[in-house]
């Protein structure tokens, strides 16, 4: 057999997966349909919020850790400059909705004590007196110093580098139109060629349901988002040193704000997004441009409000795809079909933060059968029997 595993998709999970396999001594082969790091998927925009205690669940702060250890390794590696840990703010406030499927502000606290990550809670007036930016009224924060922000396509060149380094096999810009399984292990077909391989770890993002049969395929739900960068008018005061990444639930149930420090000079603004649910698309359908309007929405409802010091001139823009579960929750399991088969969705709007551990989970999975990461929770299973 020429590869032990061959990883469908080298975004933010499939890059980590190989990576990991080849310093291992696997024979992999990486395919990717794009060039990654790409701006088609679900890995692209300069910027990712991470943070170690997790609102989505206790149980994913296991892999943000690893995942930033990880992250300094390849550092020390590479040289790139992936993870900045400014702090971040979460804010919420008596009628807190429920973010990621998830009670986050409340979940967020539990997993800081659980894990006995270090953080402090701020009443509204300490919110205002230490970051005047936010325009906050009647709230409550969590301020942990170990969260930031870390650069996905930073990461995922690093990671695909380090694996080309550790003999991987990459293939860019070939498109895989199937897969199955042989008496021995996996068959892939792609516009170029066929491969065969002991295992297949299918990472294909928000591409990921139009290569699963009907039965599992309507469990991702693929959005399109968007990420504004609005102009400020002092960047030194939205400078990493003085402005968070933040979460914030809007007061009144007008849903999830959250954004980063000015990254890109005096007038490279700040990045700021909301999540919309509003309709369902696919990579090949979707509506890249971002209107005027759309910024302008942006503006008026959600940054005029409540974040002082930012003008409504809007200085890039870009859509993105989430890939969501009904529980909001990751999918990395076996294929339902095909046992040499793993399925790995690290989705649903926060799984960058946790990918590099990700990575390593799948080729402790896919080379050992068993992972030292706890996935019991990323199961397909919990999805179908609960008759979603
Ligand atoms: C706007 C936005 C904001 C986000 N913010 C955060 C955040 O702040 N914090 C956080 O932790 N997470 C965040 N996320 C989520 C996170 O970015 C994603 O969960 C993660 O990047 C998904 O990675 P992936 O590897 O599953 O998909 P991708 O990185 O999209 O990789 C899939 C790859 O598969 C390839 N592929 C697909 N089909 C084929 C095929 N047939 N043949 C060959 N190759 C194929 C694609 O070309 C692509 O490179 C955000 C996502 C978006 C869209």
Redesign the pocket.
Known sequence: MAYDVIV???????AAATYQMAKRGAKVLG????A?P?A????H?DT???RLAIGEGAHYTPLAVRSHAIWREIEAETGADLLTTNGGLIISGADAAEFHGAPFFGNTVVAAEKHGIPHEMLDAGAIRARFPQFAVGDAVGYYEPSAGFVR?ERCVAAQLQLAGKHGAVLHRN????GFGATPSGVTVQTDRGSYEAGQLIV?????LPS?LPPNIAWLFKVYR?V?FWFDVENAAAFAPDRFPIFIWDLPGGRGGV?GFPALDGPRGGIKI?TESYASTTTPDTMVRDVSAGEARTMFDSVIAPYIKGVTSRCVRSLS????VTPDFGFVIDRHPDFERIILA???S???????AAVGEALAELALHGQSTADLRAFLLSRLTVHGY
């Open positions: 469908l998709g080298l975004g933010a999970c499939g395919i990717d349909r794009f990654p790409h088609f998927g679900s890995t925009g990712r919020v991470t996905p070939e498109k895989v139109v990472a294909a993002g928000p591409w290569l988002q990420q959250y997004a993105c795809l989430y890939t969705s690290p989705c709007g926060h799984g960058f933060k946790h990918s």
